[in-house]
């Protein structure tokens, strides 16, 4: 199983940028696959940003409750995180996750910046 990650790059705060991840490779049980987003920020540990299961409820760090939306295809196993009112602090390498029962993998990670 691979996950493969998009979409980061620099913006100017308050701007908008949109992470894609397609997890390609044998899935079983994709119907039970949470899809998550975390990030690391400079000096501090990975954090969960974003979650979905695959019926679409959805669960948000508290930081970004109402600035970031997570969605997903199933048909094309990916995950998305459209991230709007970007500030400074959400400068971070960013990381899609997917967690099957106690299997769980995370791609590599993409890099947003966040210019003030």
């Known amino acids: 199983v691979q996950l493969q990650a998009s979409g980061g790059g620099l913006v100017q705060a308050g701007g908008s940028l949109r992470l894609s991840c397609v997890v390609s490779?044998?899935?079983?049980?994709?119907?039970?696959?949470?899809m998550n987003w975390y990030r690391q920020c400079p000096g501090k540990q990975r954090e969960l940003v974003a979650a979905i299961t695959s019926g679409g409820r959805t669960n948000y760090a508290d930081s970004v409750k109402g600035r970031f939306t997570i969605s997903r295809d199933n048909a094309k196993n990916t995950a998305y995180l459209q991230m709007s009112s970007l500030r400074p602090e959400d400068t971070a390498v960013y990381y899609c996750?997917?967690?099957?029962?106690?299997?769980?993998?995370y791609g590599q990670g993409t890099q947003v910046t966040v210019s003030s």
């Open positions: 490779g044998s899935i079983f049980n994709n119907n039970l696959m949470i």
């Open positions: 996750n997917i967690l099957i029962g106690g299997y769980t993998q």
